[in-house]
T-cell receptor, first 114, second 110 residues
Framework: EAGVVQSPRYKIIEKKQPVAFWCNPISGHNTLYWYLQNLGQGPELLIRYENEEAVDDSQLPKDRFSAERLKGVDSTLKIQPAELGDSAVYLC????????????FGPGTRLTVL | GENVEQHPSTLSVQEGDSAVIKCTYSDSASNYFPWYKQELGKRPQLIIDIRSNVGEKKDQRIAVTLNKTAKHFSLHITETQPEDSAVYFCAATHNNDMRFGAGTRLTVKP
């Protein structure tokens, strides 16, 4: 069974540029998560989808970050414009969607903003 | 919301010794507690988990204990090996809302 797929794996951009990350969850997983992980810290939730509905986006900086999961399968996270402080690893995870279910992580996208 | 604290932040042990990592959580409604291992540059990988209706779970050299009353849970690794070296994260979950500890960097010296 294929795991969670993310692309790109690495991205280097200059500040004020836009950037987008893509995630394809495990087949059949209804719940999809985007996390931000700074160096030496645990993942922090940005947004959680149940199917195509964003059910928790309270931690998403909505002035510059946006996300979509139009068909309830793969998802895109966008930053526009990027700032220096956005440099981090962006992790996508998915789960079956039952209450408090196991989450499986993708390899992440390492973003460097210069 | 949920707050998870994890200790120690770094842990160094000799190969063959045991390692213990402890976490506390604040939300008594949390009912699922996974542990993830993350090697440098890799994705977090689930190594063991426990649900609130169980006090202890073991899988070979790894065990997790949960004390719901005190709201703390611990990871125990016995007979440590160099390949156990990684960062370990605990997490507490309620209704798919998972909050992570800050991580413990475990180093196993050969």
């Amino acid at each position: 069974e294929a795991g969670v797929v993310q692309s790109p794996r690495y991205k280097i951009i200059e500040k004020k540029q836009p950037v987008a990350f893509w995630c394809n969850p495990i087949s059949g997983h209804n719940t999809l998560y985007w996390y931000l992980q700074n160096l030496g810290q645990g993942p922090e939730l940005l947004i959680r989808y149940e199917n195509e509905e964003a059910v928790d986006d309270s931690q998403l900086p909505k002035d510059r970050f946006s996300a979509e999961r139009l068909k309830g399968v793969d998802s895109t996270l966008k930053i526009q414009p990027a700032e220096l402080g956005d440099s981090a690893v962006y992790l996508c995870a998915s789960s079956l969607g039952r209450s408090s279910d196991t989450q499986y992580f993708g390899p992440g996208t390492r973003l460097t903003v210069l | 919301g949920e707050n998870v604290e994890q200790h120690p932040s770094t842990l160094s042990v000799q190969e063959g010794d045991s390692a213990v990592i402890k976490c506390t959580y604040s939300d008594s409604a949390s009912n699922y507690f996974p542990w993830y291992k993350q090697e440098l540059g890799k994705r977090p990988q689930l190594i063991i988990d426990i649900r609130s209706n169980v006090g202890e779970k073991k899988d070979q050299r790894i065990a997790v204990t949960l004390n719901k009353t005190a709201k703390h849970f611990s990871l125990h690794i016995t007979e440590t090996q160099p390949e156990d070296s990684a960062v370990y994260f605990c997490a507490a979950t309620h209704n798919n809302d998972m909050r992570f500890g800050a991580g413990t960097r475990l180093t196993v010296k050969p």
